[in-house]
């Protein structure tokens, strides 16, 4: 069984950066591929960006490139996601995932309770 808890959300302006925190506990996360996804209010969940455990590529979508950044630390259990440049699109909850896989993304299956992140403009 794994725990992933998610902090770092909050409001800032436009422009503003924040970096979000997903802890795991429990079984090892360590040899997992790990992503975030977010959800803004009546949209479907979106995939953000992973980062695959075997090889250390990391992937984003067009929306977030060059913005967002995701890393790890094993030592830590956690995986981060600096966020730069925050758009008023980008406000949404904010969700961690662990995939099955050290490979994957193949199948998330294990999910945070999520963060809310709001950006003003």
């Known amino acids: 069984q794994v725990q992933l808890v998610e902090s770092g959300g909050g409001l800032v302006q436009a422009g503003g950066s924040l970096r979000l925190s997903c802890a795991a506990s429990?079984?090892?996360?360590?040899?997992?591929?790990m992503g975030w996804f977010r959800q803004a209010p009546g949209k479907e969940r979106e995939f953000v960006a992973t980062?695959?455990?075997?090889?250390?590529?990391?992937y984003y979508a067009d929306s977030v490139k060059g913005r967002f950044t995701i890393s790890r630390d094993n030592a830590k259990n956690t995986v981060y996601l600096q966020m730069n440049s925050l758009k008023p699109e980008d406000t949404a909850v904010y969700y961690c995932?662990?995939?099955?896989?050290?490979?994957?993304?193949?199948?998330?299956?294990?999910w945070g309770q999520g963060t809310q992140v709001t950006v003003s403009s």
């Open positions: 995932a662990k995939d099955r896989t050290s490979w994957g993304p193949l199948v998330y299956d294990y």
């Open positions: 429990g079984r090892t996360f360590r040899s997992y591929t």
């Open positions: 980062i695959i455990w075997s090889s250390g590529n990391t």
